[in-house]
């Protein structure tokens, strides 16, 4: 898309976005500002953000509204993906996005605080925002890669390493398989390796991994790292002719057949696109044929996802490992190894948060890595930019106490989780909790039974009134669902895609 054109769309959706009801329009100034929209298509949309506080704000407060905008405008649900791009000018020259009239810089919505009252009102100020860069230089931010003059990746994105990647049990296995495909990429039984899990849990963690390792001991290997979002735009650009003689295409494809190492992120987002898996499939054969290393992942395992049997077949055919939603444990590790980053990238040693402040953030956080790291980044900010250093476990669960999807905070009920089963397994609530003994029936209440136990901690008794069943048939229920997915894989998926539609409610 021209470039006048893409500015023009996205000025268009900032527009909508604050017709929204519940939209601090003070907000959406001051941080929409700082993002660039780089490339559309039909139901995709990438921009960058000057810094990763912008883009982990957006993407936290901002995202839904963003897709919500463009669905009401183009009547078709897109795929957003935002990047950090630390080399964009702080003012693209001849653009404005706002409505005349309208200003608004984060210096100001920081400033504008009230530092002994957390929450205050927002206000607009007539501050210069080129002052942003002074209040957001000394904010941490993740190295961005360098560019050469074709604006291709020189240089992997070097915060992501297995040094920092916090295992335990829940993906223990999936780690180990990366370094050894890192450490001799090539191998028949790990090509390709196929790592497979939900938003969040550190798939793309891994796959960068496996190149910053490869760059740093091998550096004559070429490595590729793609998400299959931009992909998929690529694809679409360079095919645009509809001349698959073109040279933009010959380059696009070579590009990718040159790869020594190729790593595609989050390759679900393909189902449905039939040109682009062919000519995947033809860059993957290729590649594998000549003993090259392809990594793919997913949020679901080969089977689960929509495109032809034959993809399948070859997308499992080497390693394939899932990473299962992280235990109390490995997230509280990776609460502390967070803020080790934060203390070693701002030099600030004596910085520290408490451990009950730590043990609550891991305990109320979902699965999701990135709930949990821009938790703990809203909480290091409270401390230090709001000048809050003695901030206790009350004002934390104050801060917090709209953030999480899941966890102690969500205030579920059994209603809640028997109305998201009987969706997802297509069964009235009347037999659900009624005396229908089918095979189907019997499989869903179990399952509702069991997720009212882990989700809200009930007593059994009190979990049954409402399944019309008593003490010892519902720790039947919960002790027989735990036996099974000790056993199934499938199940366990299962589960946690009903945990992931019960935070969402």
């Known amino acids: 898309m021209e470039t006048e054109k893409l500015n023009a769309t996205w000025q ?136 050469n003059e074709e604006n291709e990746l020189e240089h992997p994105t070097s915060s992501l390493t297995f040094e920092n990647f916090v295992i335990g049990n829940s993906n223990r296995m999936a780690y180990s398989m990366a370094v050894a495909v890192a450490e001799m990429p090539g191998k028949a039984h790990l090509n390709p390796l196929f790592i497979y899990g939900k938003s969040g849990l550190g798939k793309t963690h891994l796959l960068r991994a496996i190149q910053n390792y490869i760059h740093e001991t091998m550096p004559k290997i070429s490595t590729i790292y793609v998400d299959s979002a931009e992909l998929l735009s690529d694809y679409m650009e360079a095919s645009a002719a509809h001349d698959k003689e073109k040279s933009s295409f010959k380059y696009f494809k070579n590009r990718y057949e040159e790869a020594d190492v ?81 203390k070693e990238s701002e030099g600030k040693q004596g910085f520290s948060i408490s451990e009950d402040i730590q043990i609550y953030i891991a305990e109320s956080s979902s699965s999701n890595i990135r709930e949990l790291k821009s938790a703990i980044t809203k909480v290091i900010y409270q401390m230090t930019y709001f000048n809050q250093p003695d901030l206790n476990l009350d004002d934390v669960r104050h801060l917090l106490e709209n953030h999480f999807s899941g966890g102690p905070s969500k205030r579920l009920t059994i209603a809640d989780i028997q109305k998201v089963v009987e969706g997802f397994y297509k069964i009235s609530h009347s037999d659900l909790v009624g005396k229908k003994r089918t095979r189907n029936i019997i499989y869903a209440r179990q399952i509702a039974i069991y997720l009212c136990r882990q989700l809200l901690d009930l007593p059994f008794n009190d979990i049954g009134k409402l399944f019309n069943r008593d003490h010892s048939t519902v720790m039947y229920s919960v002790t027989n669902v735990e036996e099974k997915m000790k056993e199934s894989r499938e199940l366990r998926e299962e589960i946690e895609a009903l945990r992931q539609q019960i935070k969402e409610i």
């Open 12 to 147: 268009d959706v900032c527009i909508k976005i604050k017709s929204y009801n519940n939209i601090d329009v003070s907000q959406i100034n001051a941080f929409f500002s700082r993002l660039h929209p780089q490339a559309m298509s039909d139901d995709f949309l990438m921009i960058t953000a000057d810094n990763d506080f912008i883009k982990t704000w957006i993407e936290r407060h901002y995202m839904d509204f963003i897709k919500q905008a463009l669905t009401d405008l183009y009547k078709t649900p897109f795929t957003v993906v935002i990047e950090v791009d630390s080399t964009q000018s702080q003012k693209e020259e001849g653009i404005n996005y706002f409505n005349e009239g309208e200003t608004g810089n984060i210096s100001g919505f920081i400033s504008s605080q009230d530092k002994s009252t957390p929450g205050a009102p927002i206000q607009e100020t007539d501050e210069d925002p080129e002052s942003l860069q002074s209040i957001l230089k000394n904010m941490p931010e993740v190295p961005t890669p360098d560019y």
């Open 262 to 342: 190729l790593l595609i992120d989050d390759v679900q987002y393909l189902q449905g696109k039939k040109q682009t898996l062919d000519i995947v499939f033809q860059i993957f054969n290729k590649l594998t044929n000549q003993g090259k290393q392809v990594v793919l992942s997913a949020d679901r395992a080969p089977k689960n996802i929509d495109i032809d049997e034959r993809y399948k077949s070859r997308f499992n055919s080497g390693g394939t490992f899932d990473i299962q939603p992280p235990e109390i444990e490995t997230k509280l590790g990776i609460v502390k190894s967070f803020i080790e980053e934060y």
